[in-house]
């Protein structure tokens, strides 16, 4: 079965850097698209970044320049590197697969950024 381990959250000042990572089994990871969503306090979960097959990447607009996707498919993991990062980046982050018609969820990890 598809199971997505999110890991790498934690409490960091603002300005600071975390590495968040998720590993992946169930599939074959290198046909799919990966995505990290997140979910703030009161807010509803949205995409942060995308990394396709190919190793094509998009951004939400609050985090470009700052953040950065990317994939190792040879160990099925993906990784978001966030960097200067502010107090509105506190959320649960979350990795994400869309694998014919179902959106499998990993358990997340809490990211805090707070002085």
């Known amino acids: 079965q598809v199971q997505l381990v999110e890991s790498g959250g934690g409490l960091v000042q603002p300005g600071g850097s975390l590495r968040l990572s998720c590993a992946a089994s169930?599939?074959?990871?290198?046909?799919?698209?990966m995505d990290w969503y997140r979910q703030g306090p009161g807010n509803q979960r949205e995409l942060v970044a995308s990394?396709?097959?190919?190793?094509?990447?998009n951004y939400a607009d609050s985090v470009k320049g700052r953040f950065t996707v990317s994939r190792d498919n040879a160990n099925d993991f993906v990784y978001l590197q966030m960097n200067s990062l502010k107090p509105e980046d506190t959320a649960v982050y979350y990795c994400?697969?869309?694998?014919?018609?179902?959106?499998?969820w990993g358990q997340g990890t809490q990211v805090t950024v707070s002085s």
């Open positions: 994400n697969v869309y694998i014919r018609g179902v959106r499998y």
């Open positions: 990394i396709t097959t190919s190793g094509i990447t």
């Open positions: 169930g599939y074959i990871f290198s046909l799919y698209t």
